[in-house]
């Protein structure tokens, strides 16, 4: 079984990803609107933050019942995770001439707790990943 603190850390990366999509999805005008960003780009980040939530909820789903997940999906989280950083931060620059403070902030501490969570997730959670099924 998985230790607690590595459940907690799933836990914790799909809890944050469901609120702030849900968040994002609930308040995409009114954000769009102190963001500075298109209404597009605001429905999209919630809409990436739900389905990301859906896989890494499904993780400590599962590693709560004792269902240890592989390294294989702790590595597909971790990337997922470092996409997101990259895709925040590709944000952030293709914005930055036009969005508010509000909108760069936001994107960007999502960005670096995302990329937290990788770390945490690749050094706290991955020890503990069982190896895949031999085929």
Not at 60 to 81: E, F
Request: charged content about 15%; aromatic content about 6%.
């Amino acid at each position: 079984m998985m230790p607690r603190r590595a459940r907690a850390i799933l836990w914790l990366d799909g809890s944050a990803a469901c609120a702030a999509g849900v968040v994002v999805l609930a308040l995409h005008d009114a954000l769009a609107r102190l963001h500075a960003f298109p209404p597009a780009l605001v429905l999209l980040i919630g809409a990436v933050n739900l389905a990301y939530s859906c896989y890494s909820g499904t993780l400590a789903v599962r590693a709560s019942r004792g269902r240890t997940p592989t390294r294989r999906a702790i590595d597909i989280l971790v990337v997922a995770n470092l996409a997101w950083v990259a895709a925040c931060a590709a944000i952030v620059a293709l914005t930055a001439d036009t969005a508010s403070i509000f909108g760069l902030a936001h994107v960007g501490l999502e960005g670096l707790f995302v990329g937290m969570l990788a770390v945490l997730e690749y050094r706290r959670v991955r020890p503990f990943a069982r190896s895949p099924e031999p085929a």
